[in-house]
């Protein structure tokens, strides 16, 4: 519903409500499943799923974009001097790399933040979200490797990216 009237977002932390509605409800649910709903379990479950929204909102803003979205901050816009025109127009300046990276860091430090409920999980759950995390992961590294342009290379995993995932993932 909020997706039907909300077009943009002032600030961070309303984009952190919407993802309180959005994303998080879904690891809530999982925890439920399994009958793993501590309060330490319940707020790790929802940096993570906050986070892999947010990974999901900076992997698709040209997707957004094209349907009248946008999810990066009006804040942060300002803050780095970009404007929706140059969402619009594709353009990758160096205040739109930067503003990029500071998403990318962002998002990955409350997804890091979360990452230790994957160890404490026991079982399948634990096994699954540690690759749900470490696919995040990923996704940042490549929104990181292409500059930010999430224009003109939406991130995307490979079989490649697979296989370090599930390395990292036993590494943890």
């Known amino acids: 519903k909020q997706d039907v009237t909300t077009k943009r977002y002032q600030t961070f932390n309303d984009l952190l409500d919407y993802c309180a509605r959005s994303a998080n409800p879904v690891g809530q649910i999982m925890l439920g499943l399994y009958k793993e709903t501590s309060e330490q379990n319940r707020k790790q479950s929802d ?16 997707i957004d974009w094209q349907k009248g979205r946008i999810y990066i901050p009006l804040e942060d816009l300002k803050k780095y001097d970009v404007d929706e025109a140059q969402i619009s127009n594709s353009i990758v300046s160096e205040q739109w790399r930067a503003l990029m990276r500071f998403q990318t860091m962002r998002a990955r430090t409350i997804l890091l933040d979360g990452s230790s409920l994957c160890k404490r999980l026991p ?35 490979n079989w490649k990216d697979w296989l370090m995932m599930i390395w990292r993932a036993i590494r943890m």
């Open 123 to 157: 079982g399948r759950i634990g096994w699954e979200l540690r690759l749900v995390v470490q696919g995040g992961l990923r996704i940042l590294e490549r929104i990181d490797q292409s500059d930010g342009d999430v224009f003109r290379q939406r991130p995307k995993l």
């Open 47 to 62: 940096e993570i799923c906050s986070a892999l929204q947010l990974i999901n909102f900076w992997q698709d803003v040209d």
